[in-house]
């Protein structure tokens, strides 16, 4: 019995230390010592000590200690916060630093959530956005779309970071995924994985002196590479700017304030508020401004727009820097940090603070409305029928692997040829999908499409009828 109890004191001195650090000021550390967190400390070790010394088989105390941490963020119902394991930690560095292998998708586990007779609703794992020129990009995954299998297996039941563990995986192997997207349309998705470079920005300039800046996540050197397209649009003489946050899934907190910075000469960019003092924060612009104030601007945002990105849009919409066209934001308003733990392998993510825009607004679970809505047509009943039958077909991603590059007629011929086999879909939309999965198999695609896009469209007539 002695010999089974040496783990234990093992396992209360990192309890303990947990709870210490996770709470971070003195006002914390004296809740620790109150009366009444003292008892559940104390029956906490009792029942780990009762289960470790008297379940039916031996088990590993390392193991009741990470069930133990994983139950007490589960108990917070907070998606963005959790336990984390060692590779968890590593692949959360890898993707902060902007490389990671994957299929290249920025997800998250959807709330739970009661029907109208008061029972808990399935929670799957929803796809914030896909990251450009990967895997899942390539094969038509879009934001909001649910992940309700992986492999066959129900993401129900599974936290966030059980379901990243699954997509990730050895370079080349093949993850089959289950996506629904709206009420009824599922299909199957095969991903190859592969080792994913995170794209940050990317720049053109669009006919009538109009600059297109597309920033596709915020890393540590977005703010660097903002500057360089700056310059470029510059050196192209841009009379004036459209900057593009559609499926942008957010990053780093001081990146967004940095790139916001050069947009701005002085005035608050974001707040954070938390019940710590510590966390309390006000981030505001520096003197100097590298786009001027005078220069004509559009932010583009849709439901792919969270987190970091919705600071910057954001500001731009509170401060009157620039008008939002698109339809509202994801509405990830708050700010995680990570810690590793102290004498064990793995560590944490946990809220700390959520941000609020210049005007003192929180878009946690809300979003941010734009100035002007602008929504894709959406598909009749019939069409979202006929729409997962073309997909699970595999008929236009196996037109294009035959053709990579067809010449009009024969796109022409080929719509014709799936009307006839699909007539509930509209020409536009065949069309559309045939244009994207072109683009998707590009080496170096283009940067904007004024054909499809009716979101850029509307924001180009703006700016041209402005002048």
């Keep these: 019995m002695k010999e089974k109890r040496v783990p234990w004191f093992f396992v209360t001195g990192v309890l303990t230390v947990f709870f210490v650090f996770a709470l971070l000021t003195p006002a914390a550390v004296a809740d620790v010592n109150d009366a009444r967190t003292r008892r559940l400390m104390s029956l906490l070790q009792y029942v780990f000590e009762f289960v470790e010394n008297n379940y039916v088989d031996e088990v590993d105390p390392d193991v009741l200690v990470e069930g133990a941490f994983?139950?007490?963020?589960?108990?917070?119902?907070?998606?963005?916060?959790?336990?984390?394991?060692?590779?968890?930690?590593?692949?959360?560095?890898?993707?902060?630093?902007?490389?990671?292998?994957?299929?290249?998708?920025?997800?998250?586990?959807?709330?739970?959530?009661?029907?109208?007779?008061g029972r808990e609703m399935p929670s799957y794992v929803e796809v914030v956005a896909p990251i450009e020129d990967?895997?899942?990009?390539?094969?038509?995954?879009?934001?909001?779309?649910?992940?309700?299998?992986?492999?066959?297996?129900?993401?129900?039941?599974?936290?966030?970071?059980?379901?990243?563990?699954?997509?990730?995986?050895?370079?080349?192997?093949?993850?089959?995924?289950?996506?629904?997207?709206?009420?009824?349309?599922?299909?199957?998705?095969?991903?190859?994985?592969?080792?994913?470079?995170?794209?940050?920005?990317?720049q053109a300039v669009i006919p009538g002196g109009i600059g297109y800046l597309r920033i596709i996540q915020f890393t540590p050197h977005t703010a660097e590479k903002i500057a360089?397209?700056?310059?470029?649009?510059?050196?192209?003489?841009y009379?004036?700017?459209?900057?593009?946050?559609?499926?942008?899934?957010?990053?780093?907190?001081?990146?967004?304030?940095?790139?916001?910075?050069?947009?701005?000469?002085?005035?608050?960019?974001?707040?954070?508020?938390?019940?710590?003092?510590?966390?309390?924060?006000v981030f505001e612009a520096k003197p100097g401004v590298l786009v001027p104030a005078s220069l004509p601007m559009i932010v583009l945002v849709d439901n792919g727009?969270?987190?970091?990105?919705?600071?910057?849009?954001?500001?731009?919409?509170?401060?009157?820097?620039?008008?939002?066209?698109?339809?509202k934001t994801y509405g990830k308003g708050s700010v995680q940090q990570v810690h590793a733990l102290p004498l064990a392998k793995g560590g944490f993510r946990l809220t700390m603070s959520r941000y609020y825009t210049p005007s003192g607004?929180?878009?946690?679970?809300?979003?941010?409305?734009?100035?002007?809505?602008?929504?894709?047509?959406?598909?009749?009943?019939?069409?979202?029928?006929?729409?997962?039958?073309?997909?699970?077909?595999?008929?236009?991603?196996?037109?294009?692997?035959?053709?990579?590059?067809?010449?009009?007629?024969q796109i022409t011929s080929f719509v014709s040829r799936l009307k006839t086999e699909f007539p509930d879909i509209r020409e536009e939309i065949l069309r559309r999908m045939?244009?994207?999965?072109?683009?998707?198999?590009?080496?170096?695609?283009?940067?904007?499409?004024?054909?499809?896009?009716?979101?850029?469209?509307?924001?180009?007539?703006y700016l041209s009828e402005k002048k």
């Design 134 to 202: 990967t895997p899942a990009y390539r094969a038509g995954i879009q934001a909001g779309d649910l992940i309700v299998k992986v492999e066959g297996e129900s993401t129900e039941g599974l936290i966030l970071d059980d379901v990243v563990n699954k997509l990730r995986g050895p370079v080349g192997s093949v993850v089959t995924v289950t996506i629904r997207r709206g009420p009824s349309f599922s299909f199957d998705v095969p991903l190859s994985r592969a080792k994913i470079q995170v794209p940050t920005v990317k």
């Design 434 to 461: 045939i244009r994207n999965e072109i683009t998707r198999h590009m080496s170096s695609p283009p940067v904007y499409d004024l054909e499809y896009d009716t979101v850029l469209q509307e924001a180009v007539k």
């Design 228 to 237: 360089e397209a700056i310059d470029f649009l510059k050196a192209e003489k």
């Design 239 to 281: 009379s004036s700017l459209i900057v593009d946050l559609r499926s942008n899934p957010g990053g780093l907190l001081d990146a967004v304030v940095q790139s916001a910075d050069l947009f701005f000469d002085d005035g608050v960019i974001v707040s954070t508020k938390s019940r710590l003092a510590s966390e309390n924060r």
């Design 70 to 117: 994983k139950g007490i963020f589960d108990s917070l119902g907070d998606p963005h916060s959790a336990y984390l394991s060692a590779n968890d930690l590593r692949g959360l560095g890898d993707t902060t630093a902007g490389e990671f292998g994957g299929v290249g998708l920025y997800i998250n586990k959807q709330p739970v959530t009661k029907g109208a007779d």
């Design 361 to 409: 607004v929180s878009i946690d679970k809300v979003g941010i409305q734009p100035d002007r809505e602008i929504k894709d047509a959406a598909f009749t009943e019939a069409e979202t029928a006929a729409l997962s039958k073309l997909i699970e077909s595999r008929n236009i991603p196996q037109f294009i692997k035959d053709n990579p590059d067809p010449p009009s007629r």
């Design 305 to 327: 727009s969270a987190s970091a990105s919705e600071i910057f849009a954001g500001a731009m919409k509170d401060r009157g820097r620039a008008m939002l066209f698109g339809t």
